[in-house]
């Protein structure tokens, strides 16, 4: 178990790397380019759009489309016929499914590469946190397990009969760190209770939390930040105390939604006490960025996932944005070149950005309107 300031050479390991990165943006996604275009060469796909011959950025975006999920369906097809080549530059260890909160649910491959970013960016939320504020009890306590269920569906991949679910239930259950700050109960007994997703499942849910966590060290909650609420209403409606009055957590890292700082933490706050609100923009897709300081804003792990932007002006990368601007996301990563992930994002300036939210018009039409009448705010 991670204990104390002891550990703390292996906590900096962990985001050191991102710390560097925001030094010169620039350089490190000039590196992770160059890391993720020999990956891409490997496969089928990277070889049709000439990955071996690219030399910078305007290369990749000349040889690669940026394509969202249902240009990418027919590649991913053939990797669950076996052929994992067809798209991936190593095998799959398995298969990952989006909440479907925007859609229907996207089902994803995750490879050891995938899966190794996804547990180290996840993990700097935490040790950022706890480095910064010389708070190691977060990483000696438990964590509450919010997560929706891992085993939800089947699929046939080269013959055989695979399993699959949320990609959050799933990356918790794989994620060895989980094994040394104790995930509260464990993913295995989430599954058990079955894979529904009904309000009636979740209390299920939520109760199994409560009552494995009632009489234990809680210090943090991480997972989808609607959830994280619900389960604090929960606990009060049914057992008649707030999760402050049980547990001292020491922060609520909070995922999966825009105006976390500004929407939830208030209302989460009623719950949970005076604890910090820290955000993190990740999805299936990857862990993307995570808030550094006290300021409501997220910061890239450039050093992990390539990052470029659609602006009325043109194609930029992420990094290049003046305070104000803002786009369209396409992000690279290890399995995913030239991804259109579908949100929207606002530079802030010195590598803080905000998450606007979906590409929708709605949300769009608010955020003009947002920059019209309160600009000056900015």
Not at 152 to 165: M, S
Request: net charge positive; aromatic share 12%.
């Amino acid at each position: 178990m991670f204990t104390g300031e002891e550990n703390s050479s292996i906590f900096r390991s962990i985001v050191a790397p991102w710390y560097e990165s925001l030094k010169d943006p620039h350089n490190a996604q000039t590196q992770t380019l160059a890391r993720l275009v020999k990956a891409y060469a490997k496969t089928d796909y990277g070889q049709r759009h000439n990955a071996h011959s690219i030399c910078g950025i305007e290369d990749f975006r000349a040889n690669f489309p940026a394509v969202g999920y249902a240009e990418l369906s027919p590649y991913l097809a053939e990797v669950q016929k076996g052929n994992y080549k067809a798209f991936l530059p190593e095998p799959l260890v398995c298969w990952v499914m989006t909440r479907g909160s925007t859609g229907h649910a996207k089902v994803l491959p995750a490879t050891k590469t995938h899966l190794e970013q996804i547990f180290a960016c996840g993990a700097r939320a935490l040790i950022n946190f706890a480095l910064k504020k010389g708070c190691f009890e977060l990483l000696s306590g438990k964590i509450l397990n919010l997560n929706f269920p891992s085993r939800v569906h089947t699929l046939v991949v080269d013959g055989k009969e695979i399993t699959y679910g949320y990609s959050s239930g799933t990356y918790a259950k794989l994620n060895p760190m989980l094994d040394k700050v104790s995930l509260l109960p464990r993913q295995e007994e989430i599954d058990a209770l079955g894979s529904g997703i009904t309000r009636k499942d979740w209390e299920r849910r939520f109760e199994l939390v409560y009552q494995r966590a009632v009489s234990a060290d809680v210090t943090s909650v991480m997972g989808v930040t609607p959830v994280i609420l619900a389960f604090a209403r929960h606990v009060a409606k049914k057992h008649g105390k707030k999760p402050k009055e049980l547990w001292k957590m020491r922060a609520l890292f909070c995922t999966s939604v825009r105006k976390i700082q500004f929407k939830y933490a208030p209302v989460l706050k009623k719950y949970y006490g005076d604890v910090s609100i820290v955000e993190i923009y990740s999805a299936t897709e990857g862990v993307f960025a995570q808030q550094i300081d006290s300021l409501p804003y997220v910061t890239p792990n450039y050093d992990a996932y390539l990052f470029e932007i659609e602006t009325k002006s043109g194609v930029k990368m992420l990094h290049e944005l003046k305070r104000g601007e803002w786009g369209k996301l396409i992000v690279s990563t290890c399995i995913l070149p030239r991804y259109k992930i579908g949100d929207l994002i606002e530079a802030a300036g010195k590598n803080y950005f905000r998450v606007i939210g979906r590409d929708k018009p709605l949300i769009r039409l608010e955020h003009v309107l947002y920059r019209l009448f309160l600009g000056w705010l900015i």
